[in-house]
């Protein structure tokens, strides 16, 4: 199946640069919405593009003026067209009431809400999801989110984010699906598939929203919020085919971004919205703005004021105004008088209504809200089998020295080690919508569930990594140098047969406005792992983050690695799956680890340089790209998984037919045990107008084999895929000699050149 959207991606990547056909006429509910647009007023057209925060969960700054009596009448007169925040089929009810039953036209509010990684039952964090390589399992987590979020009455999952991620350091990378612009691609297609269908209107499926709207991933050192400054040819090749594809897939919504792009804020960014994302690529949805982001037009220095701020966003093509409250305070009097050409508001408005027709809402506004179907669905005992099954997916085996792993369930003496593996917090990560807190199940929980009659399961905190409040909207407050828990941790290790050791970040420590200059452990983790390690040398890390994280020494001293995440509300049975053998892991990082924060941002897709580190590297000569200070490889590279078998690559065979390259590999299982391998193929361009990275993944597949088993691979490779952008936005193919690699990981390949010659 990957092969299949590799090449769509591809493909779609091409067609990024095709102008498209005017879609209008083949949107649905044409009529309809033509007819009900000429009955509004203008204040009731505008109120369409207007939406308000439910009183009762903030994910931004809130006006201060703001009293729900005022809100209820603006519903009330049509002057507000979606909500966010409004929960319960119940709540959802109540508000829609206010809307179709008092205005004018009656026109019902959409809800949405942000549904990124499930809504009661937590799967795992979409960066986990992604290091499963596994699309089908991404596209059932949120199908459980879809049915889960409908059934609360919303229909409108603010996700999924496909901001390809370079830097570790920027606490969103947990919503995306990585570093790497194909991966974000194809599990965003899966996501959205999951969460639409095939029929919004289906009372089980959402709207979706593609978003930032656009390089939102690329702020300046990792600092959330903050400037990005990319060249075109960054744009153009890694950070748009994401939205591209998205866009393919038929996502209802786009929500642009926080950002500026060299110089222009994405929500005024007129080239990027309104003439690439509805002109050329013909996207026929609604446009939304971030929280508040018009009018953080004023304060990036672009707009003079709420009224330019209006223009600038309309005129770009941004639909609708999350929380700015700018579009329903200028738009009536600019359009009125001339300045925004009534046109613009009538385009934005038929996207709002039209997809309002989707959804269903007018053949019945309160259809999502049945609080019997709430009370059924959420937490269904099937929700929670697939989040297990979708989390054991995600683990990524990092280092099994001496087979440490699997752990036999008969262990004797068990050690859990780490506050971490204590919580039933931590493990449902940022972003968790719904989840109820302390509702997850936790490292330790998972393990004593697992472990045969007769086996002890002992647990010491050992290190304090957070103290007092944990919250998704204030900071934490990371304790630094308590070493109180030491010496129950080391007594504990010495007498246990074998030490699970959880180590990593709280997951507060990542998501939306937390950023950080140090992707290192913090607190003493590090230093209690040495110190068990000198009284017990059978030792388990497992890492919970949500970003990569600089760990070499870890990486150098403890046998074996288990790179877990946040897996949401089963974390603590599907970490115990993979300990105790019974789901073999078959994770491949979508992230590359550096040896150090410095060498953020660190992505595998660098380019060459006209110096880059040679031989002479290792007799210590100066004048090449290197740090004096540290290797400049990953410690972990980007598609790195190790699994409980072991597989052999033969040499891969590569030829040329009609400009397309043929590539076949054979993998072999050598181990006894069925397992998983994930075969990606690189390619280089050699020498091209615009420099090429030195790696692009363009293609790979999952391959299950038995123990002992072989399989020939194959995958075919074509123009669209072995083509690029330049910097006008054009894609090209040029003829010349390519390098493909074939491997498990980014740096363990064969490779071969080939030479492709193009018409
Ligand atoms: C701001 C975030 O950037 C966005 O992703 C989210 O959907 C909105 N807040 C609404 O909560």
């Not at 506004?365 to 709430?374: F, I």
């Not at 957070?466 to 941790?489: Q, T």
């Not at 507060?508 to 200059?517: A, K, N, P």
């Amino acid at each position: 199946m990957h092969y299949i959207l590799a090449a769509a991606f591809c493909c779609l990547v091409f067609l990024a640069c095709q102008p498209g056909a005017d879609q209008s006429d083949m949107e649905p509910f044409t009529r309809e919405v033509d007819s009900l647009l000429a009955q509004m007023t203008l204040e009731e057209k505008v109120g369409q593009l207007n939406m308000y925060n439910g009183t009762w969960e903030f994910t931004g700054p809130v006006p201060a003026d703001e009293s729900n009596q005022k809100k209820a009448e603006m519903i009330k007169n049509g002057q507000v067209g979606a909500m966010l925040n409004v929960l319960t089929a119940e709540g959802i009810r109540a508000a829609q009431q206010l809307a179709v039953e008092n205005s004018r036209l009656g026109i019902p509010l959409m809800f949405g809400y942000d549904v990124i990684h499930g809504y009661k039952t937590m799967f795992p964090i979409p960066l986990a999801q992604a290091a499963s390589w596994d699309t089908a399992m991404a596209r059932r987590s949120s199908q459980i989110a879809a049915r889960e979020m409908t059934a609360a009455g919303l229909h409108w999952a603010f996700g999924p984010m496909l901001d390809v991620a370079p830097d570790g350091r920027w606490g969103r990378i947990m919503e995306s699906a990585g570093e790497d612009p194909l991966l974000n691609a194809v599990f965003g297609w899966a996501w959205i598939e999951g969460l639409q269908g095939d029929d919004l209107s289906d009372l089980h499926t959402a709207a979706a929203c593609a978003k930032h709207f656009a390089a939102y991933g690329f702020a300046e050192a990792g600092l959330d919020y903050f400037t990005v400054d990319i060249s075109d040819q960054t744009l153009y090749n890694v950070a748009l085919p994401p939205f591209k594809m998205a866009v393919e897939s038929g996502v209802a919504s786009v929500m642009n971004a926080f950002n500026e792009i060299n110089g222009i804020p994405a929500t005024g960014h007129k080239k990027l919205q309104r003439d690439i994302l509805k002109g050329e690529w013909n996207f026929p949805g609604v446009v939304l703005s971030d929280w508040a982001s018009i009018n953080e037009l004023i304060t990036h220095g672009y707009s003079a004021d709420r009224r330019e701020a209006a223009i600038a966003a309309i005129t770009a093509g941004s639909d609708v105004d999350m929380e700015s409250r700018i579009y329903e305070e200028q738009l009536p009097e600019l359009v009125r008088s001339g300045v925004v050409d009534e046109a613009l508001l009538d385009d934005a408005v038929r996207r709002v209504l039209t997809l309002k027709f989707k959804l269903g809402l007018f053949d019945d506004p309160y259809r999502y809200s049945d609080a019997q179907r709430e009370q059924e669905t959420l937490l269904a005992a099937e929700h929670l089998t697939a989040a297990r099954e979708v989390g054991a997916a995600s683990i990524v085996l990092l280092r099994n020295e001496g087979n440490l792993l699997p752990l036999s369930a008969t262990t004797k003496r068990i050690a859990v080690i780490g506050q971490l593996a204590n919580s039933k917090d931590v493990v449902l990560g940022s972003w968790r919508a719904q989840a109820d807190a302390d509702s997850g199940v936790s490292i330790l929980e998972g393990i004593r569930d697992a472990v045969a009659t007769g086996s002890t399961v002992e647990f010491a905190q050992g290190y304090n990594l957070v103290e007092g409040r944990r919250s998704f909207i204030y900071d934490l407050n990371l304790v630094e140098g308590d070493r109180s828990g030491f010496p129950e941790a080391i007594r504990l290790a010495a007498q246990s047969d074998v030490v699970i050791m959880v180590i990593g970040e709280d997951c507060y420590q990542t998501g939306e406005g937390r950023s950080q200059v140090d992707i290192g452990l913090k607190g003493n983790q590090s230093e209690l792992v040495n110190e068990i390690l000198k009284v017990n040398q059978n030792v388990v890390a497992v890492l919970m983050n949500g970003r990569p994280l600089a760990i070499p020494e870890i990486a150098g001293s403890v046998p074996a690695i288990l790179e877990t995440w946040y897996l949401g509300s089963e974390m603590g049975h599907a970490v115990a799956d993979v300990i105790f053998g019974n789901v073999n892991p078959s994770g491949k990082l979508p992230v590359s680890f550096p040896h150090h924060t410095g060498q953020e941002p660190f992505y595998y897709y660098k380019k060459n340089s006209g110096r880059p580190v040679p031989n002479a590297f290792d007799a210590g000569m100066v004048f090449w790209a290197h740090y004096t200070d540290s290797s400049n490889e990953a410690v972990f590279p980007f598609g790195f998984g190790l699994s409980y078998s072991s597989f052999a690559y033969d040499e891969p065979e590569f030829s040329v037919e009609n400009s397309e390259v043929n590539v076949s590999v054979t993998v072999t299982n050598t181990s006894e045990v069925a397992g998983i391998e994930t075969v990606q193929v690189y390619i280089r361009d050699i020498a091209a107008s615009e420099t090429q990275p030195v790696r692009r993944l363009v293609d790979f597949k999952r391959v299950a084999l038995a123990g002992g088993e072989s399989r020939q691979v194959r995958f075919t490779l074509t123009a669209d895929q072995l083509g690029y952008y330049l910097s006008s936005g054009q894609f090209i193919t040029e003829s010349g000699v390519f390098e493909i690699f074939v491997g498990g990981n980014v740096r363990d390949t064969r490779s071969g050149r080939v030479e492709v010659i193009f018409d």
